[in-house]
């Protein structure tokens, strides 16, 4: 197939019927425009037919005089028409391709090797609605959709500066995705963004559909559990970062922004925090931070403090959980676990159903494992009582969720099996393994160590905004920051 | 090691854990009948002694900025893998002890090994970071335990005579004197940023500061008992009590348990920055596991042999490092002096 357009507009339409062969939604038609053959050729439901015709009529109506040659035709339409031309022009066959199936309309006048892209994109969409995810009392209602066009301008709104830029390329060797990179110029280290660049360049996919695939690409710690990209569906959680310094990566198709880099630190903040009150804002802070640790280690130090050392437990408590265990025909340790799975199958099943039955399954499981399994004496009612809470507590910082789960089944081994020397000894694997991450170049523990001033500033703790006014802050003040020589 | 990832702060934090770990897990042999007033007076001799000997070389250091020599290097290694072998069996001792539910000390020394092999793969700089998180959790503990036990204080129960005179020179030779972990300070030092001097004499004075904080109250609250006490940081967490939370020792033993646990993977993960470049560039990755195995075999050694205390011996051999510096520092200056 010859990459460069041909003159012969014949010679253009086999080799597009042989490239869509009988796709249904290709459209192409023959027309005479100021007596010289065309063909108008677009994709039917990526591009609105109505709005073409009605450009094209517009066009020819105004025509006062029969252009002599193609090329006078080709700079008719493309600088004396009303019609919205792209900038670019088709000059070769990868890039017919690209334009179509980007929704605009490609014109081919017969005798040149070049088309006019006309944008008539008309693509059905889910609009821009709230984040299924990032819920806020206050602030922007806005979450992002899955054209990246419209995932751009709503970026593009909220920061009004030439500084903010926005480069696309495409991954993917066969769905050939179309994926942004974002970054303020005057904040983002220029390393950073040189590595990010190289990584980017570097993926070689079959198919991209979520910017979830990017992120091992990104990551240096394949084996860790906690990740160094971030996730938000929120346009302005993306302006904020990008003002820090980060870079947003989205991807056309999904309604989340990955951002490098992320810290352990922000998975406990959100943009609520900003519009609250710095006492309250620093004490939900905290609050999320207890609810992780007793979200991954109340079953485990449980378990651990019910088989190897009892004396721990008040008297009453104490005499509860042996009357449940002994009712019970399953170690505490095995029903902890038992417990904990059926808790994560029972979410697995209410997130993948469909939304009405997702709720039966609820229902049926909270009677079946609350209620029945208690009352037939295979579960007791304390262990229950820890899941429970543990369940909830792990929904309180949902970019975590993933580790939490994992951590909570570990401490539950360690507990069940070795003791409490067992959830001592993992407690100190956790620290060390989050402490040994580097989110390019930069600690992922920071600013909480090392140890920098900003922890009282913007991360423990959340200091007035005019406090925070008086200096900028960058990913560039940050312990540490080494950008580039990662490990 | 990263020369940019690593402050002097964090150098004296992981130095200050490593020793501070003693002061709350007594080796089983540790010097007891002594009053609370005997023992401040010597850690506070002990303090001076040892900021005399080591402050010197750490300003020479500091100047340098370089290497000693291949053979004080593996020298300072084989100082902390023993420590390192000392703190396990200690551990293991002191946990047989807390514990009533008793553990194969096969499955103890593994476990612990386990987690020491993880973080000194990490390197350094991730031992550094993890530092500050395990000294806040420590102090947090630290000052629940002095709260537990304040309603207890009792300003009659300190002795002011000297009393145990038998145990005198044992305890001038063993509370705060020397610890191997002197190194940590010594080695880390060289590739982090900050006044070294300053640190390392804060680090000495806050380890004092806890030793006669923690020695007073054992006193207050036990009085004459307390010098009858193996473990008497541990006898202090069983009796405090805060409101109606009674057993807050469980809590005390956990954290120093990590500390444990942490001191021993600080000195193997300086240990092994110390021998890597003298490993041929191929078994480099593989060090980890022969330093695991020299420990395992070690560790099983010792404790088929009953070896439970090798403090004095590791206190001897660091003072031989520390003055081998100093002298070899200073033959070196006068020598670039002459040129």
């Given at each position: 197939m010859e990459k460069t357009l041909p003159p012969n507009i014949a010679q253009t339409k086999r080799s597009l019927k042989e490239s869509f062969g009988d796709s249904a939604d290709f459209y192409m038609k023959d027309i005479t425009i100021g007596g010289h053959a065309c063909c108008i050729c677009t994709l039917e439901g990526l591009s609105s037919l109505e709005k073409l015709w009605i450009m094209m009529l517009d066009a020819v109506n105004d025509m006062s005089r029969h252009p002599v040659t193609a090329e006078e035709l080709f700079l008719y339409i493309w600088k004396r028409t009303s019609i919205p031309v792209d900038q670019n022009i088709v000059t070769d066959y990868p890039n017919l391709i690209k334009f179509l199936t980007a929704g605009t309309s490609v014109i081919l006048i017969e005798g040149l090797t070049r088309g006019i892209v006309v944008s008539t994109q008309s693509m059905q969409y889910r609009s821009v609605g709230e984040p299924s995810g990032e819920g806020n009392?206050?602030?922007?209602r806005e979450g992002f959709t899955e054209p990246l066009r419209v995932n751009i301008s709503l970026v593009r709104r909220l920061i009004r500066s030439e500084h903010l830029y926005i480069e696309t390329s495409t991954i993917g060797v066969l769905t050939k995705t179309e994926v942004a990179v974002f970054y303020h110029k005057d904040t983002v280290p220029e390393s950073l963004l040189k590595q990010v660049k190289q990584q980017l360049s570097k993926i070689k996919l079959q198919?991209?559909?979520?910017t979830g695939y990017l992120a091992p690409f990104l990551d240096r710690h394949p084996l860790s559990l906690f990740t160094v990209g971030g996730y938000t569906e929120r346009p302005e959680t993306v302006a904020a970062k990008l003002c820090e310094g980060k870079i947003a990566i989205m991807v056309n198709g999904s309604p989340f922004a990955l951002i490098v880099p992320?810290?352990?630190?922000?998975?406990?903040?959100?943009?609520?925090d900003y519009s609250q009150r710095p006492y309250f804002a620093t004490f939900i802070r905290l609050l999320k931070y207890a609810a992780f640790l007793i979200a991954i280690l109340l079953p485990g130090i449980f378990v651990a403090i019910a088989n190897f050392t009892p004396e721990l437990f008040p008297a009453q408590m104490l005499y509860k959980v042996a009357a449940a265990e002994q009712a019970t025909p399953m170690p505490l340790f095995v029903e902890a676990l038992f417990v904990n799975f059926l808790l994560e199958i029972v979410r697995e099943a209410g997130l993948r159903l469909p939304k009405p039955i997702g709720h039966s399954v609820s229902l049926v499981s909270a009677l079946i494992i609350g209620d029945a399994a208690i009352k037939a004496g295979l579960l007791g009612t304390p262990i229950i009582v820890v899941a429970a809470l543990t369940s909830i507590t792990s929904y309180v910082i949902p970019s975590l969720y993933e580790p939490i789960i994992i951590l909570r089944v570990l401490f539950i081994l360690a507990g069940g099996i070795i003791g409490p020397i067992g959830i001592v000894a993992l407690g100190l694997f956790l620290i060390l393994n989050i402490c040994s991450i580097e989110s390019f170049g930069v600690p992922y523990t920071a600013p909480l160590t090392p140890y920098n001033s900003s922890v009282f500033k913007d991360g423990l703790v959340r200091a007035s905004w005019k406090k925070l006014s008086k200096k900028r802050f960058t990913i560039q003040d940050l312990p540490g920051a080494g950008f580039g020589d990662e490990k | 090691m990263r020369t940019d990832k690593i402050s002097v702060k964090q150098v004296a934090f992981i130095t200050y854990i490593a020793m501070i770990v003693e002061v709350f897990i007594?080796?089983?042999q540790a010097v007891s009948s002594l009053s609370a007033k005997s023992m401040v007076v010597f850690a506070i001799l002990d303090a001076v002694f040892t900021l005399l000997i080591c402050l010197p070389v750490v300003k020479l250091l500091d100047k340098w900025q370089?290497?000693?020599s291949c053979a004080l290097e593996l020298f300072a290694a084989a100082i902390l893998l023993l420590a390192a072998v000392d703190s396990i069996i200690q551990t293991e001792g002191y946990y047989r002890f807390v514990s009533d539910k008793k553990m194969p000390a096969v499955l103890l020394i593994a476990i612990v090994l386990a987690i020491v092999a993880y973080g000194a793969t990490q390197g350094i700089e991730a031992v550094a970071r993890a530092s500050l998180v395990v000294l806040v959790i420590f102090c947090c503990t630290f000052f629940l335990l002095i709260a537990a036990n304040i309603s207890q204080?009792?300003?009659?129960?300190?002795?002011f005579e000297f009393t145990g005179r038998e145990n005198w020179a044992k305890a001038l030779f063993g509370s705060l004197s020397f610890p191997p972990e002197i190194i940590i300070f010594l080695v880390a030092q060289r590739v982090a940023k900050g006044e070294k001097a300053k640190a390392f004499s804060k680090t000495i004075l806050t380890l004092l500061g806890t030793y006669i904080v923690l020695a007073v109250s054992t006193e207050m609250v036990l009085g004459s008992f307390a010098s009858l006490q193996s473990q008497p940081a541990h006898t202090l967490a069983r009796i405090g009590s805060l409101s109606v939370f009674t057993r807050l020792d469980a809590v005390h033993v956990s954290v120093w348990l990590l500390l444990a646990i942490f001191k021993i993977t600080t000195n193997v993960a300086v240990a092994l920055t110390l021998i890597k470049p003298y490993v041929p560039p191929k078994y480099k990755d593989k060090l980890i596991y022969g330093l695991i195995a020299a420990l395992s075999v070690l560790c099983f050694g010792c404790y088929m042999c009953h070896i439970t205390n090798m403090k004095t011996l590791l206190r001897c051999a660091t003072v031989i490092f520390v003055l081998s510096i100093y002298v070899i520092k200073k033959v070196r200056a006068n020598k670039d002096a002459k040129v």
């Open positions: 009392l206050r602030g922007s198919m991209l559909f979520d992320t810290f352990f630190s922000e998975n406990f903040q959100s943009m609520d | 007594k080796p089983s370089t290497t000693t204080f009792k300003i009659t129960n300190l002795q």
